[in-house]
T-cell receptor
Framework: GAGVSQSPSNKVTEKGKDVELRCDPI?????LYWYRQSLGQGLEFLIY????????KSGLPSDRFSAERTGGSVSTLTIQRTQQEDSAVYLC?????????FGQGTRLTVV | GQQLNQSPQSMFIQEGEDVSMNCTSS?????WLWYKQDPGEGPVLLIA?????ELTSNGRLTAQFGITRKDSFLNISASIPSDVGIYFC????????????FGTGTRLKVLA
């Protein structure tokens, strides 16, 4: 597609359930990022993928969070045993050179 | 997580006025990006800066990469109501580290 696509756009889940968030980056972009944005806050780095290199997972807040990028394209962010503090907008971005382009985000609400 | 210092946090201005906001860091960056985020949307890239001292314009927007490589500013001239939104700066550090660090955001409201 023309831009970064994320799905679902909204997700409401019960505390303790697992969720999967999907990101389709811009075709040909080798780098992919996940960020988290809490209400009224800035963007918090979660994880970064670059080609076949080992991902930079330094921003993942706990071992309940994990992410994969299959075939160098689509990425899935998984949150296990969700907690209420996980409620936020999860943003994905892809990059070809120095400029990162964001998707519209997935709004996750844990009830 | 790590964030840049961005100011002001929010501003209310009259339509037609000029706006200025800036970001500062204790670390040197190789790239500065400025984004605008509308409610319910992802951030949209406005301007990218690659060299210290660089001054770049995009329509009514002008941004500069500070000489020390630790700061950047964004100016909006002759503001209009659709400029409303949250503006974020983002810095990328030394070569090989492609993590973007984001500012805390400037919330802009334009009064018609």
């Amino acid at each position: 597609g023309a831009g970064v696509s994320q799905s679902p756009s909204n997700k409401v889940t019960e505390k303790g359930k697992d969720v999967e968030l999907r990101c389709d980056p811009i075709s040909g972009h080798t780098a992919l990022y996940w960020y988290r944005q809490s209400l009224g806050q800035g963007l918090e780095f979660l994880i970064y993928f670059q080609g076949n290199s080992a991902p930079d997972k330094s921003g993942l807040p706990s071992d309940r969070f994990s992410a994969e990028r299959t075939g160098g394209s689509v990425s899935t962010l998984t949150i296990q045993r969700t907690q209420q503090e996980d409620s936020a907008v999860y943003l994905c971005a892809s990059r070809a050179y120095a400029e990162a382009f964001f998707g519209q985000g997935t709004r996750l609400t844990v009830v | 997580g790590q964030q840049l210092n961005q100011s002001p946090q929010s501003m209310f201005i009259q339509e037609g006025e000029d706006v200025s906001m800036n970001c500062t860091s204790s670390s040197i960056f190789n790239t500065w990006l400025w984004y605008k985020q509308d409610p319910g949307e992802g951030p949209v890239l406005l301007i990218a800066l690659y060299k210290a001292g660089e001054l770049t314009s995009n329509g009514r927007l002008t941004a500069q990469f500070g000489i020390t490589r630790k700061d950047s500013f964004l100016n909006i001239s002759a503001s209009i109501p659709s400029d409303v939104g949250i503006y974020f700066c983002a810095g990328q550090g030394l070569a090989g580290t492609y993590k973007y660090i984001f500012g805390t955001g400037t919330r802009l409201k334009v009064l018609a």
